[in-house]
Nanobody, 116 residues
Framework: QVQLVESGGGLVQAGGSLRLSCSAS????????MGWHRQAPGKQRELVAT???????NYADSVKGRFTISRDDAKNTVYLQMNSLKSEDTAVYYC??????????WGQGTQVTVSS
């Protein structure tokens, strides 16, 4: 079983920054895509950002220009650098991965709260 563990969530003021980390129990060699989703209270879970094994990134329009996704293959870790945070960024953020055997795995989630 592939395990993903998120960290770095917390409380931050609007306009501030936060960096989320996700450590995987599987080598980057076996990962096709890693990404972040989020779910705010009363809303559906939405895609935030993805990064492929080739380094190609995609972002939701709502975070483009503010968030950056990156990888450290040696550490089997993906990061989400969040800058210029807004109150609407408040959500539980979930790390996910799609492996070379076409299975999706999810972390337990980490809470991000942006205060005004």
């Amino acid at each position: 079983q592939v395990q993903l563990v998120e960290s770095g969530g917390g409380l931050v003021q609007a306009g501030g920054s936060l960096r989320l980390s996700c450590s995987a129990s599987v080598s980057a060699f076996n990962i096709n895509v890693m990404g972040w989703h989020r779910q705010a209270p009363g809303k559906q879970r939405e895609l935030v950002a993805t990064i492929t094994s080739r380094g190609t990134t995609n972002y939701a329009d709502s975070v483009k220009g503010r968030f950056t996704i990156s990888r450290d293959d040696a550490k089997n870790t993906v990061y989400l650098q969040m800058n210029s945070l807004k109150s609407e960024d408040t959500a539980v953020y979930y790390c996910n991965t799609r492996t070379t055997w076409s299975r999706d795995y999810w972390g337990q989630g980490t809470q991000v709260t942006v205060s005004s």
